[in-house]
T-cell receptor, first 115, second 113 residues
């Protein structure tokens, strides 16, 4: 599988600010996804990052709050805008490996704390 | 009904024990199934895909029952290093991986010396 990395690994932010998380894969991948994992919970999909078009958001998530970029086949960003303490979570990107049994592989996550 | 349901545990078992986790899914059209493992404060990592005929990887055996919409994971000869949360994961939209996965809440396993 390709190597997938995220930056930053963690951050502590003030209410009302925004944070952009970067996700880099070391080879071209078709699809990238952004998930959120709140404390003690499982993963919830935020959106699918589509290369060359707008991201596809899941119910409960909107572009104004979570703008996503996918400028090429190896990179994506997720911005958490106008943060509140409820946004404190781990944010994970993943990619789909077309050559295998449709598995998805995850980045190491970004642990966000909003004060 | 939730899309993927698991017993959250925790399962506390001694080293060497055999332990089984179960999972049910609601979408009968789902085609691909996985078990992921997540260690504390780490990202989920693929443990194994679940094939229709069932499959085994060392001490781990996965089974799928489509009629009952049920997936299982059996761990034999448990090791301390098996302590983690095991996530049952379903792709509800068919064989294409180009769709997001649906995660269960996970079953927590602690293997005790």
């Amino acid at each position: 599988s390709a190597v997938i990395s995220q930056k930053p690994s963690r951050d502590i932010c003030q209410r009302g600010t925004s944070l952009t998380i970067q996700c880099q894969v070391d080879s071209q991948v078709t699809m990238m996804f952004w998930y959120r994992q709140q404390p003690g919970q499982s993963l919830t999909l935020i959106a699918t990052a589509n290369q060359g078009s707008e991201a596809t958001y899941e119910s409960g998530f909107v572009i104004d709050k979570f703008p996503i970029s996918r400028p090429n086949l190896t990179f994506s960003t997720l911005t958490v805008s106008n943060m509140s303490p409820e946004d404190s979570s781990i944010y994970l990107c993943s990619y789909y490996q077309a050559s295998s049994y449709n598995e998805q592989f995850f980045g190491p996550g970004t642990r966000l704390t909003v004060l | 009904r939730k899309e993927v349901e698991q017993d959250p545990g925790p399962f506390n078992v001694p080293e060497g024990a055999t332990v089984a986790f179960n999972c049910t899914y609601s979408n009968s059209a789902s085609q691909s199934f996985f078990w992921y493992r997540q260690d504390c404060r780490k990202e989920p990592k693929l443990l194994m895909s679940v094939y229709s005929s069932g499959n085994e990887d060392g001490r781990f055996t996965a089974q799928l029952n489509r009629a009952s919409q049920y997936i299982s994971l059996l761990i034999r000869d448990s090791k301390l290093s098996d302590s983690a949360t095991y996530l049952c994961v379903v792709n509800p939209w068919g064989l294409s991986g180009n769709t997001p996965l649906v995660f269960g809440k996970g079953t927590r396993l602690s293997v005790i010396a």
